[in-house]
Each structure stands twice: as C-alpha cells, then as structure tokens.
C-alpha cells in the first residue's frame, strides 16, 4: 500500500477532477455531483432514507459515517455514499457529495488500507480531506471552464455554479491569485 501524503496534492485534486469532468462528458454549469456519483456506477442514500428503510437513529448513522455531513465507503464492488440532508442548504448537500466523489476519484479508499484511514489518526485525514476539497471545489466550478466564460468574481461564479456564497468567494481568491502570479 501507499504511503499517506504528508501535505495535500492539489495539482493531483485538480487533474482527477478535469479528468472525472471530461470522462464524464461535463459540459454545462452547474455541475450535477449526484448525476455523476450514478454515471461512475456508485449508489447515493440520504442519512433520512436509511432511517426510514432501515429504522435507525440519527445518531447511530452519524457515529458509523463518523460525519454529521457525509461518508463514503465500499459496497458490492463499486462505492455507496451517505450524505445528510436534514438542516443542510441544497449547496451544502452538493458539497458534501462532490467531497465524497472527490474521495473515490483521488483513490483515497484504494490507494490507502483501512488502518490507514482509521480516524485515529486526524491529521492524515486532515491532508487527505483538503485533497478531496481541492477535487471538489475543482467539480463544482471548473477553472478552466469559469476562466474560459469569464466567470471570476463570487457572484457570477455562485449563480453560474449553484454555490454557496463563502465558497464562490474561495473561487474568485483563486482567480486573484492566479492573477496575481502572472503579472
């Protein structure tokens, strides 16, 4: 097995995500993280669909996914994601399952064993979540994609991409920065 990064692969995050948004024919904003979580051949269940099918508490659900949010994990082969809708904004929703695609699409669950990805070990998981960030912001609002439409600024990039407004905002310091760099 690999061994953990010890500092997050942003450039890797962001190539899987070109590579995810090209393999998966992408070609309209905003991106559909549902809609690709089923095209990769990966099932998706609301913490509220596994209450009512299965009859179990909240809590219990969070404890296991070990995330208020959501979790990935692997079932018959291929990967099921868990996510939260209850008191969640639909832009947190996508979030957290572009987050979780993130983690299936940088290998995170292959490339790495379970006592790797124990919870025990926070920092590790702390790298491997800013990856998935990374990969996901990168979904959600694709650089070349925002660069090429002219799509710089929070509010344009939020309404061109469904975002939230604090992580339209972390887009538009991304195009300053790059800004910035080439001057």
């Not at 179990?56 to 995330?67: F, H, L, N, W």
């Not at 694709?142 to 604090?166: E, H, M, Q, V």
Request: hydrophobic content about 40%; aromatic content about 12%; some cysteine.
């Amino acid at each position: 097995m690999n061994q953990l990064p010890s500092k997050p692969r942003f450039y890797f995050a962001h190539r899987q995500a070109i590579r995810a948004l090209i393999h998966l024919g992408v070609n309209a904003l905003p991106f559909d993280p549902l809609k690709a979580i089923r095209l990769i051949g990966c099932k998706a269940y609301s913490y509220q669909q596994c209450i009512q099918e299965y009859h179990v508490p909240i809590r219990d659900i969070v404890v296991g996914a070990e995330s208020k949010d959501g979790c990935v994990f692997p079932m018959s082969g291929k990967y099921a994601i868990l996510y939260n809708t209850e008191g969640n904004t639909q832009t947190r929703i996508r979030w957290t399952l572009a987050h979780e695609l993130a983690h299936i699409l940088l290998g995170h669950l292959t490339d790495f064993t379970s006592e790797q990805l124990a919870f025990d070990k926070r920092e590790d998981h702390d790298v491997l979540d800013q990856e998935a960030d990374a990969c996901a912001a990168e979904l959600l609002a694709p650089s070349p994609i925002l660069y090429r439409l002219g799509f710089y600024d929070a509010a344009t990039i939020r309404s061109a991409c469904n975002l939230s407004w604090k992580a339209s905002k972390y887009r538009e310091h991304f195009f300053l920065r790059i800004a910035q760099t080439y001057r």
